[in-house]
């Protein structure tokens, strides 16, 4: 079927008109963009690097900044032509589009423009195919994840492109782009890696009105203005009255080289100025020189002509016909239209029309008064009309200057539209214009909601915040106003205070809870969940909610039942009631398997982490993980991969952790979220500790950097924790002792120092500080017999192991350790602890019955690539009288986390497109690593692949 249908946005080709001066006002525009690239050949030869890459196979992507007029657009113009783009490795095909200021609220505009000529996306995926169709409103359906249309976007772009042919995409204006555009077309950037694909994004800087492009993760090309020899070079060039050498140089100086002032501020000066025989302004200022030049121009014009300037400046569309029916309803004729053509402010392509620099546009819409501005919007609505209901929407909510019920029910309706597709800070810019223009107070609220709701779920957590407080001030409706509550008390449980939240949870829940049972047990459970991890505001649910929540009712839901067991769970949990808290958990687990819900799977895989039940936590993560990945809701998935790394480090391989960590690094990097890599970049440079890899010190520097730009929210405690056992881990390798014990003894959180248990008794023992370790064995004392877990149960031995003064006692404290680890799945600890006792063995002269320990312990060590611990065990069973057997680790411990997710895959049996749907990459980044697999590993074949153990 064909992918694009007549649309009601901008045709394709339009974006060659944005900022490209038509032909009747051709001279000034082709001179400029000409005349624009003196001095510009460093950055022309970057730019031309960048294809030449992709012509290698290689895709690449580079954001161009600089401030109005310094000439991005030209220097994209001139990458784009024909001559740059032809050269050895085959005719480069050229997509375009750009950024238009008045189409932010319209998701998708500047992506269906981009994506327009690639007439077909069957090929494709069906998820992403239909998640494109429905944001393109081709298509009716559920609601679309936003990061599934940046997949689709990526397999667009790269299915278009072939060695023989690369793909240069050319992105324009970019500040201006609406943020769903925006967001898909950064995800396909960042996830570029084995295609001929090459993306180029130009943007403003220093926008007075707040609105920057700086994408993290890609890399910058600063344009700065000209130096001195090309800015008088482009001076001497631009015809008109000469200028004066003292002029020019003046002129030179204090533009900064930027071409478009060079060539517009002179268009206000006097011959005598010019001539350097009166003296010039005291300030030349530069963007407000230049607005300024273009307004005076404006305003020299006739009546007609202005108000068209303004329509063009108003109006979103670029197309002539919309235009110009607007204008004749203010009273424009032809002679309006001629008079600004021939003014070179106005330009004319076609069907399509636009004005002549952005600085024109935002000159003459600035300048215009409030009452101009309404009638214009006015008139736009009425030329747009049905054919495009949300653009008309838009201008009707511009016209309006007061409450206005019917536009707001339709900016409801526009709101509810983009949500559908996908494109959520659309979505919260309606709501939000709904309830300004709303008098009714529910309605209002409902409106202030849905805009938080959209707000926080595009990233935007500090408004999100500011909506849904203003909402909750005006809600009456007490399910309502839970609602509102728990999105309060998510939004501080990420970027705010998990005390406060935990405050907001217990009132709602309590609060709500003769009225609807579900929310009650969702926030209670969510409440218990964040007193149980140390966030206790001291808040209660009170003895008679708390026994209501927890009494089971006939008409409960599978998904109640779970709810409420957990909340037994976690109650019992917070009151370090550890015999009542494991049977409870054991339950909500078995519980929750008949239950699909995200939310209700990610707080079991919470309360599972905490107790330590580690099968519970895997399985939950994984599902959450597996469930998300299929509806393509990649934050999900980031969400689950972070927490299951965590699962996974106990229970081994590490390899499976590795990749958890890299996959939730490399996602949250691909959509922007630097916040989200510093629990995958924590549990990364623990890896590197622990198996002596030299990435320790660059991933710890990374982490650093993010820690202290970005709040971390939720994640602070982990991160910090995990920090401090990796600094531990790679102290303890190198023999410092004290400075083990310092890290160690730093780590907070509940979970995580259970977790890490043997290394942190172990370095408190070797760095002499017994009294340390003795108060961890009591805590674990108090912990251990409740749960009954093996691993915990192990630890509590091996702690008394190492602290006892008897060395029969000792013997038989490690004995008991080992028997428990050997049934409690984690390999690790155990073979920390075999260490341990073969240590102590060989020590007291039991050198024959330590190699017992030490050789199990040497093999556990070699297969999890720890290398330090390998040095250690063997220099210990060298001690013992025995020598050390070489043994070579696996194989599969040479490849990338990448690498190794993709051979797994393919051994399963999936094909290379099959795979890289599952990994969200284009099929050549997936035979590009298995290219790698193939040769690391030492197979010709998949077959061969399939015979490898990958657990």
Same mark, same amino acid.
């Given at each position: ?60 992507? +580079? ?21 740059? #783009? ?27 423009? +981009? ?102 993760? +890609? ?24 200028? !004066? ?8 100086? @204090? ?19 010019? =001539? ?35 329509? *063009? ?83 009707? *909510? ?13 900016? =409801? ?5 983009? @949500? ?18 709303? @008098? ?23 408004? /999100? ?21 728990? +999105? ?193 970049? /924590? ?23 993010? !820690? ?69 064995? @009591? ?16 630890? #509590? ?22 028997? =428990? ?31 017992? =320990? ?98």
């Amino acid at each position: 079927m064909a992918f694009f249908g007549e649309s009601t946005l901008r045709r394709a080709g339009q974006h060659s008109a944005v900022n490209v001066p038509g032909r009747r006002a051709g001279r000034p525009g082709r001179r400029y963009g000409r005349l624009v690239l003196h001095g510009r050949e460093p950055e022309r030869a970057r730019l031309g690097a960048l294809v030449d890459q992709a012509r290698a196979g290689i895709g690449g992507a +580079l954001v161009v900044l600089g401030e109005p007029g310094v000439g991005k657009s030209a220097l994209l113009r001139d990458l784009s032509t024909l001559g740059r #783009l032809s050269g050895e490795g085959g005719h480069v095909r050229v997509l375009r589009t750009a950024g238009v200021e008045s189409e932010s609220p319209l998701p998708y505009a500047a992506l269906l423009r +981009l994506l327009r000529p690639l007439a077909n996306v069957d090929h494709l995926p069906r998820p992403q195919a239909r998640a494109l169709r429905i944001a393109f409103g081709l298509e009716d359906g559920p609601a679309v994840e936003p990061f599934l249309v940046g997949v689709a976007t990526l397999s667009v772009l790269t299915d278009a492109a072939e060695p023989a042919h690369p793909l240069l995409v050319v992105v324009d204006d970019a500040h201006w782009l609406d943020s769903a555009s925006a967001d898909a077309l950064l995800f396909a950037a960042r996830q570029l890696a084995a295609d001929p694909v090459a993306m180029v994004f130009a943007a403003r800087t220093g926008d007075p009105a707040g609105r920057e492009f700086a994408p993290p993760g +890609l890399p910058t090309l600063q344009l700065d203005g000209l130096d001195g020899t090309a800015a008088r070079q482009l001076l001497d060039e631009r015809g008109g009255d000469p200028l !004066s050498g003292e002029v020019a140089e003046r002129l030179v100086r @204090e533009t900064g080289g930027n071409p478009l002032a060079l060539l517009e501020l002179p268009t206000g000066l006097s011959p005598a100025q010019l =001539h350097g025989q009166a003296p010039l302004p005291q300030r030349l200022a530069l963007t407000a020189g230049v607005e300024r030049a273009f307004l005076d121009r404006c305003r020299r014009l006739p009546q007609g002509v202005q108000t068209l300037l303004l329509v *063009a400046a108003a109006d979103a569309t670029g197309r002539v016909a919309t235009v110009r029916q607007a204008a004749a309803t203010l009273g424009v004729d032809a002679a309006g239209w001629d008079g600004a053509e021939r003014a070179g402010l106005l330009t004319v392509t076609g069907d399509v029309v636009a004005v002549r620099h952005p600085l024109v546009r935002s000159a003459v819409y600035q300048a215009a008064t409030s009452y101009e501005q309404r009638q214009v919007h006015r008139a736009l609505a009425e030329a747009v009309g049905v054919d495009d209901p949300d653009r008309a929407t838009w201008h009707r *909510a511009a016209a309006a200057d007061g409450p206005d019920a019917e536009v707001a029910a339709a900016l =409801h309706d526009v709101a509810d539209r983009a @949500e559908q597709r996908g494109g959520h800070v659309a979505a919260a810019d309606a709501f939000e214009r709904s309830a300004e223009l709303t @008098e009714n107070e529910t309605d209002r609220a409902t409106s202030l909601f849905g805009a938080g709701r959209t707000a926080w779920a595009a990233g935007q957590a500090l408004r /999100a915040r500011a909506l849904a407080s203003g909402a909750r001030d005006v809600a009456v409706d007490p399910l309502q106003r839970a609602d509102i509550d728990r +999105l309060r008390a998510r939004i501080e449980v990420n970027v705010g205070s998990a005390v406060d939240a935990h405050r907001i949870f217990t009132v709602a829940a309590r609060t709500v809870a003769d009225h609807d049972t579900g929310r009650a047990l969702e926030m209670a459970c969510a409440a218990a969940l964040n007193r149980t991890y140390g966030a206790d505001s001291g808040a209660t649910l009170g003895d008679e909610v708390l026994a209501k929540l927890l009494a089971p009712s006939s008409g409960d839901t599978e998904r109640t039942t779970c709810l409420r067991l957990l909340l037994g769970a976690l109650t019992a949990c917070g009151d370090q009631d550890w015999d009542g808290a494991v049977p409870a958990l054991a339950l909500a687990l078995d519980a929750g398997r008949h239950v699909e819900d995200l939310d209700v799977m990610g707080n079991l895989g919470n309360t599972a982490l905490h107790l330590g039940h580690d099968e519970g936590a895997r399985f939950y993560y994984s599902a959450m993980e597996s469930t998300a990945r299929e509806a393509g809701a990649g934050m999900v998935v980031v969400y689950a991969l972070e927490r299951l790394m965590f699962a996974q480090l106990p229970t081994g391989p590490w390899t499976a952790a590795l990749s958890s960590a890299d996959e939730a690094l490399t996602l949250a990097r691909s959509v922007g979220q630097p916040t989200l890599t510093a629990a995958p970049l /924590a549990c990364m440079a623990l890896l590197a500790a622990l198996t002596g890899s030299d990435d320790f010190d660059r991933h710890l520097a990374s982490l650093e950097e993010v !820690s202290a730009r970005h709040p971390l929210g939720i994640m602070a405690g982990p991160a910090h924790d995990v920090t401090r056992w990796a600094k531990g881990a790679r102290a303890t390798a190198q023999g410092e002792t004290a400075a083990a014990l310092h890290h160690l003894s730093g780590m907070r959180v509940p979970a995580l120092h259970r977790m890490a248990a043997v290394d942190r008794l172990e370095a408190a023992v070797r760095a002499g500080d017994t009294n340390q370790a003795r108060t961890w064995v @009591e805590e674990l004392a108090r912990f251990a017999p409740g749960t009954g877990y093996a691993w915990a149960l192990g630890a #509590l031995e091996l702690g008394r192991a190492l602290t006892a003064t008897d060395p029969a006692a000792s013997t038989a404290a490690f004995e008991r350790a080992v028997a =428990h680890y050997r049934q409690a799945g984690r390999p690790y600890d155990l073979a920390r602890t075999q260490l341990a006792f073969g240590e102590f063995l060989r020590r007291t002269n039991r050198r024959v019955d330590s190699r017992t =320990h030490l050789r199990p312990a040497l093999e556990t060590f070699t297969e999890l690539g720890a290398v330090p611990l390998v040095e250690r065990a063997s220099q210990e069973l060298r001690a013992s009288g025995e020598t050390a057997r070489k043994r070579d680790p696996s194989t599969l411990l040479n490849l990338t986390p990448m690498e190794l997710k993709v051979a797994h895959l393919v051994s399963t049996g999936l094909s290379n497109k099959d795979v890289a749907a599952q990994c969200w990459v284009s099929p050549r980044t997936v035979a590009f690593h298995l290219r790698n697999v193939f040769t690391k590993v030492g197979v010709s074949s998949r077959t061969e692949l399939a015979q490898l153990d990958f657990n």
